[in-house]
């Protein structure tokens, strides 16, 4: 213990003594596009995760009443609408906006003849 030093410890609780450890703002423009790119792409995962979840749930109705065509129904145009719209349906618009700036546009914005919603 004899060999202990006393250190006096500096609070900073201070936001001007915190600014000069930010990075500038030409620093921080391609940081914050990388973390709304992160987020942006986080939500299109849970979106993912909650329709399989959604997916999963329907497919056990289904087969209760389809049997074994329930794979057939998984294929179909109409299964493919009611993804779209489960996976798209309660994403941002800015969500849906590809790197070469164009937007996804769900199935149901582009009819198809013969598909029909259940």
């Known amino acids: 213990m004899s060999q202990m030093k006393t250190q006096i410890i500096t609070r900073y609780d201070s936001p001007h003594q915190f ?13 914050l596009e990388q973390a709304s790119d992160l987020t942006r792409k ?30 057939r129904w ?12 489960e996976l798209f349906g309660g994403l941002p618009a800015d969500d849906l906006r590809l790197s070469d700036g164009s937007a996804m546009v769900s199935r149901d914005a582009r009819p198809h003849p013969g598909c029909t919603d259940f």
């Open 42 to 71: 986080q939500r299109l995962a849970v979106a993912h995760i909650q329709t399989e979840a959604h997916c999963e749930v329907e497919l056990d109705a289904k087969r209760a009443v389809l049997g074994d065509e329930v794979a």
């Open 19 to 31: 600014e000069p450890l930010l990075p500038s703002e030409a620093l921080m423009g391609p940081l």
């Open 74 to 85: 998984l294929y179909s145009a109409d299964a493919l609408s009611w993804l779209h719209r």
